[in-house]
């Protein structure tokens, strides 16, 4: 077991990313009374419009890793893709409770399908391919549909695609070619994806967020719906599988993870070593929001018991569905509206959601239905 080290508040928390994932936990931390100093490339990042400091690097330049290290007491993440160089460095300054475990795994498909397997975990029939010879040797044993995704760097559906068929083959070939490593899974026919998003304290203790579930449109999350309409046996799988992993891993802090459930199964999809889109509903919902919770997590204070106030629908705002969202808010009463503070509006890009409880999802949805008719 860990030593359980404490920051209290008016201490300064260092979040490396200053996109919306940092500005949510920037906004928990600035309400308990903590200091916040975000590391980003960009000035004026999200992030940075709700922090005390921003240091302007790179997020493997040394020099900026180290500032951000010497002016915070903890230090954080709000994306897995930091530099694992850099985080060992925090990590041996005793700064980064999170450790640098869970953000190498998470970093690579082949070690998060490895780790699921070892941990006798259901996830999807999958083979890893260097090659297009591998990956037509690989395709030969699995039945079509299939996916071919990069292990590395790939998010929001880029890196990867979709073999529908035997005509797919070739292209799944060249994709192999043009990337270093991939990873071949069998296409789940899903009846829907879910998420289950837990935090873990510094002595292990452990909080599970209600299951929620998602829809996505071009590969990127659409919707968010609590709480999810899922059996008992759906419900205690994910759990268990969340929990079990939660204590291999020994994590530390707000984490995700994505599965797909049919019928009564369920198969793990990917993790996130962070808050995630799919939790943003629990700012409203919930007793404790995953970005309060998660920073209670690193400064080692006991984790609040959470509970679902009502249930509630969450939307994506994307660059395409800014201008609706501005137009329709002076005439809707209901949904609680975020914005980023992104300046480019790009057509895909997340620039904000929007969250809807009520007493019943129905209700939530007749809500949400006010701005999605607004949209067409
Ligand atoms: P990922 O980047 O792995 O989360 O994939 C993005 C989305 O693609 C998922 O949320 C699913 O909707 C879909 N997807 C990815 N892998 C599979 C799979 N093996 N079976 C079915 N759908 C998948």
Redesign the pocket.
């Known amino acids: 077991m860990q030593t359980n080290k404490v920051t209290l508040p008016m201490k300064t928390i260092g979040i490396i990313g200053g996109g919306q994932l940092g500005r949510m936990m920037a906004i928990a931390a600035k309400y308990m009374g903590y200091q916040v100093a975000v590391l980003d490339p960009t000035s004026n990042c999200p992030t940075a419009q709700v922090a005390d400091q921003q240091i302007t690097s790179a997020y493997d330049d040394m020099d900026g890793i180290q500032k951000l290290t010497d002016i915070s007491d903890v230090v954080t993440y709000e994306f897995e893709n930091v530099d694992l160089e850099a985080a060992a460095y925090i990590e041996r300054t005793g700064k980064l409770p999170q450790g640098t475990y869970a953000l190498d795994i998470a970093q690579n498909r082949e070690k998060e399908k490895l780790i699921m397997s070892n941990a006798g975990l259901p996830i999807?029939a999958n083979q890893i391919v260097k090659d297009s010879e591998m990956c037509v040797s690989a395709l030969e044993n699995m039945t079509l549909p299939a996916?071919i995704?990069t292990v590395s760097g790939?998010?929001?559906?880029k890196g990867?695609l979709k073999i529908n068929t035997k005509d797919d083959i070739e292209a799944a070939c060249e994709f192999s070619d043009q990337h270093d490593v991939c990873i071949i899974?069998?296409?789940?026919?899903?009846d829907k994806?879910i998420s289950v998003i837990f935090t873990r304290g510094q002595s292990g203790e452990i909080t599970f967020f209600p299951v929620s579930e998602?829809e996505?449109k071009d590969?990127i999350l659409y919707k968010t719906t609590v709480p999810a309409s899922i059996s008992s046996v759906v419900q205690q799988k994910a759990l268990d599988a969340a929990g079990k992993l939660a204590e291999k891993m020994n994590i530390i802090g707000t984490f995700a993870i994505?599965m797909?459930v049919k019928g009564d199964n369920i198969y793990l999809?990917?993790m996130a070593p962070r808050p995630h889109n799919s939790g943003h509903y629990t700012i409203e919902a919930c007793t404790i929001s995953q970005f309060a919770q998660h920073i209670r997590a690193i400064c080692g204070l006991p984790l609040m018991p959470i509970e679902l106030l009502r249930p509630a629908v969450m939307v994506n705002i994307l660059g395409d569905d800014v201008e609706t969202a501005l137009n329709v808010l002076p005439d809707m009463r209901r949904g609680f509206l975020h914005l980023y503070g992104k300046e480019a509006i790009k057509p895909k890009r997340k620039m904000g959601h929007m969250i809807f409880i009520a007493d019943t999802l129905d209700e939530t949805k007749q809500q949400l239905a006010v701005y999605e008719e607004a949209k067409q």
């Open positions: 999807p996916v995704k790939g998010y929001d559906g990867q899974e069998q296409w789940v026919p899903f994806e998602n996505h590969h994505e797909f999809n990917e």
